[in-house]
């Protein structure tokens, strides 16, 4: 039974050879590993909630059963399916479980080798901007993943969950993705379109912080995208920028923008809303929440006010001291937009200023 693990045939090739010694069907389930064989579903299920401390009803043609341990630790069963059988069946379920802890081992042994490799392709891409797109698509498919096609990336920083789990959900929510955990964060690349990315962001939001990129259509701009969720994770994270205003075209351009010429978009902020984000700074004032509340406000001088609980009168003066140091007057529709468009470069970029 050994040999047939080694040789790579699974638990039903082990329940096979028991079943001919036995003389009558035998089952053997290990629910971490799942089951490709339908009959054995229900023996899985009764494992599977025994394991987890109920006591399930045990199916009837149950006649006897073998736990499969290790290190103290429950993993499975071997089940005999029918009274009768050869008069040594015992010895063989035995013989099965010690089988079926090697097909344990075997298949740990290849997920934590195949998880490394996972790791290490996505710190690559991370980090290095010399990979050829071709050898990107080629190492992509060895782990189960096409990229050929472009990807949108993702990045998670789990709250209270493991990152294991993060990892789990979102094999669960698209098999074909690139997941694996890299430091504290949870990196993946997802074939699909953005909407069907943003699903699986939106399932993750429940137990993390998720920023994700556009979509990327090319095996080389794979390193931008991964770059681009960082940035949006980074934002998310220190409450720059309201959850809803995050994936706007604006936003997303801005974020492709920084993830390529991040010179540009700082540049941008200082020609704009650099000088009041620091006048406030020295002197504890509100100059730019001001600014993005009237802006928000639809450029109503009395929405502002109640929004800001100020005087009609006080956010004039202080929209006159944003046009006296920025040199853009927020009263008109040109000026009025470049400090719009810097509001939000400030936003993303924030995390990276000096404190």
């Known amino acids: 039974m050994v040999g047939a693990v080694l040789a790579g045939d699974g638990l039903e090739r082990i329940a096979e050879i028991a079943s001919r010694h036995a003389r009558v069907p035998v089952a053997v389930i290990v629910p971490r590993l799942g089951t490709r064989v339908e009959a054995w579903q229900r023996y899985e299920r009764y494992v599977a909630s025994r394991l987890a401390g109920a006591r399930p009803e045990r199916p009837a043609e149950i006649a006897a059963e073998v736990p499969i341990v290790s290190g103290g630790q429950e993993l499975g069963a071997v089940l005999l399916l029918a009274q009768g059988g050869a008069p040594d069946a015992g010895e063989y379920l035995h013989v099965a479980a010690v089988a079926a802890l090697t097909e344990v081992a075997v298949a740990e042994a290849r997920d934590e080798t195949e998880q490394s490799l996972r790791g290490s392709f996505l710190e690559e891409l991370r980090t290095r901007d010399d990979i050829d797109p071709h050898d990107v698509v080629r190492r992509a498919r060895r782990l189960g993943c096409d990229l050929a096609g472009g990807a949108v990336a993702l990045v998670a920083e789990p709250r209270e969950r493991a990152p294991g789990r993060l990892v789990a959900v979102i094999g669960a929510e698209r098999p ?3 997941a694996q955990v890299v430091g504290e964060r949870v990196y993946a690349l997802i074939p699909a379109t953005a909407e069907e990315a943003r699903a699986v962001a939106t399932r993750l939001g429940r137990q993390a912080t998720v920023g994700i990129s556009s979509r990327y259509s090319s095996p080389g701009e794979l390193r931008r995208a991964l ?3 960082e940035l949006v994770l980074e934002v998310s994270v220190a409450g720059q920028a309201p959850g809803d205003e995050i994936g706007d075209t604006t936003y997303r351009l801005l974020f492709r923008v920084l993830a390529s010429h991040p010179e540009e978009v700082r540049s941008f902020y200082e020609d704009t809303v650099a000088p009041v984000v620091r006048y406030d ?9 001001t600014l993005s509340s009237y802006l928000e406000s639809n450029c109503n001088m009395n929405a502002t006010a109640q929004a800001i609980y100020a005087h009609r009168h006080t956010v004039s003066y202080r929209l006159d001291r944003v046009r006296e140091l920025t040199g853009l007057d927020p009263l ?17 970029i924030a995390p990276t200023l000096p404190r």
């Open 176 to 178: 074909d993705a690139l």
């Open 332 to 348: 008109t529709s040109e000026d009025r937009e470049r400090l719009g468009l810097g509001l939000k470069a400030y936003r993303i």
């Open 281 to 289: 700074a020295q002197y504890s004032s509100d100059l730019l929440g």
């Open 227 to 229: 770059e681009e969720a």
